[in-house]
């Protein structure tokens, strides 16, 4: 049996979920590449976190969308239970506020037939109030797709990520690929900034970078990055939203959302702009966007939570590719390269069955690459324990065996010192060179809430330091050029030019 | 788990809980304190600056000094506390027990009490609060984090600094970063005069040559891996940006003194009423919130700006919980509601009786010279030289004055000139 070598580019949801069902195969060496110092943190981190149902893609459009969306939304049900991600299913009310909206629901409802999506249906007066109460009152219809979820996108890539790290995959951060070598029309490996990686298949997962990526391998199209922006408002606030609740989509955009998270907060947006095909890490928020997105979601609820309730806004980019269609294709020149580019929605929901889709479909029958089955593939991850979720006697354990259990680090999420330092630990353990705040503020929650850290990320900055013996200042925030602080106090009154170090 | 019944528990350790523990002790009171962080103390702990006692000591303190007089008193008494007790829950069993449930490295405890002194203090506002966009970037800090990092673990956040807000707290951490070595660009006020006493813009801004840029908005955080700007814009009078003025100020630190909120997460869930001028509780003249029993002191029932008057309420609270635990409930029949007129843009407490003197805490809205402080159901007229939102005004009632009115007494603030 001859051992393949194959190397995706991008650990985003999508990447992630390719390599977790590449890791089942014993013939495959597979390396996963990310560039930046953690995984997910382009478009996976910051979107609507919304499973769709799959009733919103014309087939004749968008094939692979439309079949992939469904297949993807009933996938998460057994992968999130496999890999302990938080996952709920509200289901998602498309509101009507004029005769022209109903008449488009007809449209969805036969798209739904075509798609495959069960029970969705048009809801009216009551039913409607009823499943969600806080409807505007001008909605005169609502469009039901009780299959809808909501996800924690970046618990997902970190569920997949570790999951397949345990099953042999190995992660490389911190890694950018500069170069795809291909001989001969056929792909030889990855030339990164970390050395070589040699790959008989290397597929591109890079997310917005997707086109530089692949036009390195000479197939060529841009990847434009849309920019979403959102209001996350805190956990307490009244009214809320039982359901997905939004709008008749456009040809640009499914509208503006508001549901309640599975962290318990409510997510409003996003708004969808087009920026410049360079503008490919610009996350910033606008004060044009954000005020369209608070009116667009006026009109959809009956009352509108308090703006002195959000605890922040921010904004994340969909790689749109041309005529929003997906660029998911194995190519015969170069042979072994495989794109799977300009994921925008519905790819979050979509990302497992594009991962069967690339394996069967282009790894086994378009390369013809016989895949042998591992007989130990372990399809179970356990996430973080959040503390806050247990019961009084559980709790009661788990600090009698561990102290650190009883010391509540972050006020607002109550996440303790020893979820912090679970964190570092899990971090390690998949690869992370540079553990940061931020990689530990997306596994515990903590930093996440009401006060944003104020209270809390000074605290956590000393235990991680602590932990890994480095000085707090030099805790890393986002990345490895943005440390906590720039020394220690004095430090400017130091005559040597030293970092700050005492 | 251990169930003990107390007569006051007191949740957090700063200045309020610290002066209402050792109050309540004094009168006689079961007391229990608890603290969520690991130093009892609380934001005066770390406030390494003078101006703190003046009217409580009649001297001049650094925040640290004046809050280790109560932290030595308290620990001398023998107060019973903890350290690093997070609370999860506050049950309202009846008038006259609650119960309170914390997270501790001893495990989970819960506590029973006849009455609750809740003193959290406030929470800051962040930089999304005030409709700043741009990307959210590594560098920027709340004034309260920044003071934390620097004067309790000796971190330091930055170098070149822009601070956001001209409140007390923003002019004296202006003044902390630049002894601190580091260079202070800029310090940006929104409203045409500054947020804070008039002795700190001379003491914190002026003796350093830091610029104040009033009527100016922060619009924009920008910067690639960490802050590298800030873009401020004019504002007019009615504090929209006025095209065509923006600036750029380079920096790699933000820190944001965008002001404070009462931090009373868990009274709300309760059921505790919130007065929306203070967004604190609605309080009676024992500082007991609309809960029987549960009362309130700080910066979580109104955001001082001296700590004195943050120990005053603390100590009240404290006569309030001992009145309530000798009469089984506050006796008091029939309440007088206090009004906002013109020119109060908030006040507690929002209740009195006439059985007490009563210290009404108020805020104008805006600044004033030469004014006069009216109560016209009760024909009391207090003379002020002036009068300025910065300012937080306390004013004596006696409780004869109080008697006088029916069922009202209304607070206004008019010219004198």
Redesign the interface.
């Known amino acids: 049996m001859e051992t393949k070598k194959v190397v995706v580019i991008g650990a985003g949801v999508v990447g992630s979920a390719i390599a977790r069902v590449l890791s089942k195969y014993q013939n495959l060496e597979v390396f996963l590449l990310e560039k930046n110092i953690d995984v997910g943190w382009g478009s996976s981190k910051a979107n609507s976190a919304v499973i769709h149902p799959g009733h919103e893609d014309d087939p004749s459009k968008y094939p692979l969308r439309s079949k992939l969306c469904v297949r993807g939304n009933r996938l998460w049900h057994s992968w999130a239970e496999e890999l302990d991600v938080p996952v709920k299913w509200p289901g998602e009310l498309m509101l009507a506020f004029s005769e022209r909206d109903v008449e488009k629901f007809q449209y969805y409802l036969d798209l739904a037939e075509k798609n495959g999506v069960p029970d969705v249906k048009i809801v009216y007066s009551d039913e409607l109030r009823e499943l969600e109460p806080n409807a505007s009152p001008d909605a005169i219809a609502g469009l039901w797709a009780p299959t809808a979820g909501l996800i924690a996108p970046w618990d997902a890539v970190l569920g997949l990520v570790e999951n397949a790290v345990d099953n042999g995959v190995k992660l490389f951060t911190e890694t950018e690929v500069e170069d795809i070598v291909i001989e001969n029309g056929i792909v030889k490996g990855v030339q990164t900034n970390r050395g070589f990686f040699e790959a008989d298949i290397v597929i591109n997962a890079a997310g917005l970078y997707a086109d530089i990526i692949s036009k390195k391998a000479g197939i060529d199209f841009d990847i434009t990055p849309r920019r979403g922006e959102y209001y996350l408002l805190e956990e307490d606030v009244q009214p809320r939203v039982k359901r997905i609740v939004h709008q008749v989509p456009t040809e640009i955009t499914k509208g503006v959302f508001i549901s309640e998270t599975v962290e318990g907060n409510i997510l409003i947006g996003p708004s969808a702009e087009n920026l410049p095909l360079d503008a490919k890490d610009d996350v910033s928020t606008t004060k044009k966007y954000l005020d369209y997105i608070w009116e667009s979601a006026k009109r959809l609820l009956a009352k509108m939570p308090p703006k002195s309730s959000v605890i922040k806004t921010f904004a994340g980019l969909r790689a749109e590719p041309p005529s929003g269609r997906w660029i998911i294709e194995a190519y015969d020149n170069p042979k072994g390269f495989i794109n799977a580019a300009g994921m925008r929605s519905p790819a979050l929901t979509s990302s497992p069955a594009i991962a069967e889709y690339i394996v069967n479909e282009l790894i086994k029958n378009k390369l013809g690459v016989k895949l042998v089955e591992k007989k130990d593939w372990n399809p179970y991850r356990k996430g973080i324990k959040k503390f806050k979720l247990l019961d009084d006697r559980k709790k009661e354990e788990l600090i009698k065996e561990n102290p650190k259990f009883g010391n509540v680090l972050c006020m607002c999420k109550e996440v303790t010192e020893a979820e912090i330092i679970e964190a570092i630990e899990r971090m390690k353990k998949i690869g992370i060179k540079t553990i940061s705040l931020d990689g530990i503020k997306f596994r515990t929650t903590s930093m996440f809430g009401w006060c944003q850290g104020s209270f809390c990320r000074v605290r956590i900055a000393r235990v991680a330091a602590n932990y890994l013996g480095m000085p707090e200042w030099k805790i890393f925030v986002k990345d490895n050029k943005s440390s906590y602080g720039v020394g220690y106090v004095k430090t400017f009154f130091k005559t040597s030019q030293g970092d700050g170090e005492v | 788990?251990m169930t003990t019944k107390y007569d006051s528990i007191i949740i957090g350790g700063g200045p309020a809980g610290l002066a209402a523990a050792i109050k309540a002790k004094e009168l006689g009171l079961n007391v229990l304190l608890l603290e969520?962080r690991?130093v009892l103390g609380g934001i005066p702990l770390q406030c390494l600056h003078p101006g703190f006692g003046l009217h409580y000591f009649k001297e001049d303190l650094t925040g640290t000094e004046f809050i280790y007089r109560f932290i030595d008193k308290f620990q001398k008494m023998g107060i019973e506390y903890f350290t690093?007790a997070?609370l999860?829950e506050i049950e309202n069993i009846s008038d006259t027990e609650k119960r309170i449930k914390v997270?501790?490295?001893?495990?989970?405890q819960t506590f029973t009490a006849k009455t609750i002194i809740y003193a959290t203090g406030a929470?800051?506002r962040?930089l999304?609060?005030i409709?700043v966009?741009?990307?959210?970037?590594?560098?920027i800090?709340?004034a309260?984090?920044a003071q934390?990092?620097?004067?309790?673990?000796?971190?330091?956040?930055?170098?070149e600094i822009v601070i956001v807000g001209s409140g007390d707290v923003g002019l004296i951490m202006a003044r902390r970063f630049a002894l601190?070595?580091?260079t202070v660009k800029a310090v940006i006020e929104l409203m045409p005069f500054p947020g804070g006493l008039t002795r700190n813009v001379v003491q914190c801004l002026d003796d350093f040559g830091i610029p104040l840029y009033l009527s100016h908005a922060v619009?924009?955080v920008?910067g690639?891996?960490?802050v590298e700007k800030v873009i401020i814009s004019e504002v007019n009078e009615r504090l929209e940006i006025k095209e065509g003025t923006e600036k750029e100020i380079k920096c790699?630190t933000v820190v944001v003194a965008a002001g404070l909120v009462p931090y009373i997460?868990i009274l709300?869930?309760i059921g505790v009423v919130k007065d929306q001028a203070t967004r604190g509780p609605i309080v009676n003249e024992y500082l007991e919130t609309l809960i029987p029993g549960v009362f309130t002191a700080g910066n979580a029932l109104v955001i001082n700006d001296l700590v004195d008057h943050v120990v005053e309420q603390g100590e009240l609270a404290a006569f309030g919980a001992s009145e309530f635990v000798k009469n089984e409930g506050i006796p008091t029949r029939k309440w007088k509601r206090v009004f906002r007129g013109r020119n109060v843009r908030l006040l507690v407490p929002h209740y009195v009786s006439g059985e007490n003197d009563v210290i009404i805490y108020a805020r104008v809205s805006r600044p004033m010279n030469k004014v006069k402080v009216r109560f016209p159901e009760i024909n009391k007229e207090v003379r002020l030289p002036v009068v300025k939102p910065a300012e937080m005004i306390s004013i004596k009632l006696k409780k004869e004055e109080i008697q006088r009115a029916v069922d009202r007494i209304t607070m206004e603030v008019l010219s004198n000139e």
Do not use: Q
Request: no cysteine; aromatic share 6%; proline share 4%.
């Open positions: 788990m969520n690991d690093n997070h999860t997270i501790t490295s001893k495990g989970l929470r800051e962040h999304y609060e409709g966009t741009g990307k959210r970037l590594p560098g800090f709340t309260g984090e934390t990092m620097m004067d309790v673990y000796g971190i330091m956040p930055g170098k601190e070595g580091a619009t924009r920008e690639d891996s960490t790699d997460k709300e869930k």
